[in-house]
């Protein structure tokens, strides 16, 4: 799960329940994300990495850039 | 040998048919939209769940499930439906009453299945009502976080909401919740009704507007497209009526022709009928002037000439007559003045001789005369006292008797009255007497006629001298050399 990658879906920030979906087990599934780094927001429609993953449903994730 | 082979092969398939029988009473299959739970002999996850309650999840595939040591429950991962309605106040203080659905599912992953499958494995008939009541608090606490208008229009704050305040309790119980709508909103107080009448009112006012606008620009091309078509109509009907009058006239020429043809070479044979004329009347005229004309001016010819001949013999004769008469008329002229000519001629002479004479007698009778002239005048005197008496003496005769004295005086002169008649021929040089001969022995009668008449001229003198005796003295003298006496009165 860590180190898939992502788009967002609800926005991602300090205070809030982002959601994000991500390609898993054949096909996409919401996860509720926070960030990484508790300050960056990450708005809807960018895509981001998963740094980490808690169960059931939550992973932490930071923006992707692609180089 | 056969039935050995055929009981071998039908016990072959008797047991692979009593194998597939088995299989199918234990082999059990998890479908994709299902989890297979599994506990009992054996049972062990492939995960960490070996210190907790031990059962095995199994998802997509088949399992042998050892009859009265496993047991194999079946956990649904369709998704469900809840309805929700709750009397709720928005972050306005606006009572509302909001009907909505959630839609959630058993989470896929395993923890969220083990979850699910401790809390709901026998329950899952009755999982809508519990998450019912679960999501009717929920809701209501997002209602109370968001303003009418946010639910409205703002889906994103309404998503937000719901993961923030639903997301651990769905974590614990295994529940995904993918979709949660609300479906409508009761107000009691119109709230949502007045939001919306200022954007219908002007919604309503631009339609009216644009519906009159519309109307105004269909009105206006219909009636233009109207015009159009009235001109159309127009311009169609006069092209019509010009190519019916083309036809028409067309038509006319094409039933005229026939008869004018008819006319043209009606004419023509006119014409040439007229030529026939024409000629027959030349051929007549030339009959007429070989048969008629001709002969009529040979004719005319012939009268003319004889005519012309008879009035030049007839000119010719009277020519002919003319010239004898002229000169009949010289040859009396020439003879008349010959004889003239000769009389003048012996007349003259005659006188010449007698002048002379006389003049010789005249000399020797002056002589005479004046000797007698003493002696004659004292006879004159004495004779005249004697003739003074006897004419006294004739003038009581002739009151007497004047015929008788007249006719002895004038017997006593006749001689000299002839003379002098005689003498008026002396002095015709040249006479041309008409009737020849005769007239001039008529002409001479007539002169000597004159002596006749002369007394009776002489009786009407007397008769006038009678009413005047004294104022006339009628005398008639004797002339000395012969020439006529005077008759004086």
Not at chain 2, 38 to 54: M, P, Y
């Amino acid at each position: 799960m860590i180190g898939k990658r992502g788009r967002v879906t609800g926005r991602v920030g300090p205070g809030l329940v982002g959601e994000v979906m991500i390609s898993v087990r054949g096909g996409a599934e919401a996860f509720y994300a926070y960030p990484a780094d508790e300050s960056s927001v990450i708005e809807i429609g960018q895509q981001i990495l998963v740094v980490d993953f808690e169960e059931p449903r939550t992973v932490y994730v930071q923006r992707w850039r692609t180089m | 040998m056969d039935e050995t082979l055929l009981f071998g092969i039908g016990g072959v398939i008797f047991a692979v048919l009593i194998l597939f029988l088995l299989l199918r009473a234990l082999w059990r299959v998890a479908e994709p939209n299902e989890a297979l739970i599994i506990s009992g002999l054996g049972a062990r996850g492939l995960r960490d769940t070996a210190d907790s309650l031990t059962f095995k999840i199994v998802t997509g595939k088949g399992v042998l499930v050892l009859p009265g040591f496993q047991t194999a429950r079946r956990l649904s991962l369709d998704t469900r439906v809840a309805d929700l309605q709750v009397s709720c106040v928005t972050s306005q203080g606006i009572p509302v009453h909001v009907r909505g659905v959630v839609i959630y599912k058993v989470g896929d992953d395993y923890a969220s299945i083990a979850n699910s499958a401790r809390r709901f494995l026998d329950q899952q008939d009755r999982m809508d009502d519990k998450t019912h009541s679960l999501f009717a608090g929920h809701l209501r606490s997002i209602v109370g976080s968001l303003t009418i208008e946010d639910m409205l229009h703002n889906r994103e704050a309404l998503t937000a909401q719901v993961r923030h305040s639903s997301a651990d309790e769905m974590s614990k119980l295994g529940l995904i919740v993918d979709s949660l709508q609300i479906q409508e909103i009761e107000d009691t107080t119109g709230y949502i009704t007045n939001l919306g009448k200022p954007h219908a009112a002007a919604i309503a006012a631009s339609a009216r507007i644009a519906e009159a606008q519309r109307d105004q620009e269909a009105t206006e091309a219909e009636q233009v497209a109207n015009a159009k078509k009235a001109a159309a109509w127009r311009d169609a009907q006069i092209k019509s009526a010009s190519y019916q009058a083309e036809i028409d006239r067309a038509k006319a020429e094409s039933e005229q022709s026939g008869p004018l043809a008819m006319a043209t070479s009606r004419q023509l044979v006119v014409v040439q009928e007229t030529k026939a004329v024409e000629l027959e009347a030349d051929l007549a005229e030339q009959k007429l002037q070989a048969q008629v004309r001709k002969p009529a001016d040979a004719k005319a010819y012939q009268t003319r000439t004889l005519a012309d001949a008879d009035r030049d013999a007839q000119i010719a004769r009277a020519e002919a007559q003319a010239r004898e008469i002229e000169l009949r008329a010289a040859a009396d002229a020439t003879r008349v003045k010959a004889a003239a000519t000769a009389q003048a001629e012996a007349t003259r002479a005659t006188g010449e001789a007698e002048a002379i004479a006389a003049k010789a007698r005249g000399l020797a009778a002056a002589e005479a005369t004046r000797a007698q002239g003493l002696a004659e005048a004292e006879a004159r005197k004495a004779q005249g006292l004697a003739e003074a008496e006897a004419i006294s003496a004739r003038s009581a005769a002739l009151a007497e008797n004047p015929d008788a004295v007249v006719a002895q005086q004038l017997a006593e002169k006749w001689p000299e009255i002839v003379e002098a008649a005689s003498k008026a021929f002396g002095n015709v040089d040249h006479m041309v007497v008409f009737n020849g001969a005769d007239g001039v022995s008529d002409l001479l009668t007539k002169a000597l006629s004159m002596g006749g008449t002369g007394l009776g001229l002489a009786r009407q003198l007397m008769d006038a001298m009678k009413s005047s005796p004294e104022n006339v003295t009628p005398s008639i003298t004797p002339s000395e050399n012969g020439i006529p006496a005077k008759f004086t009165a």
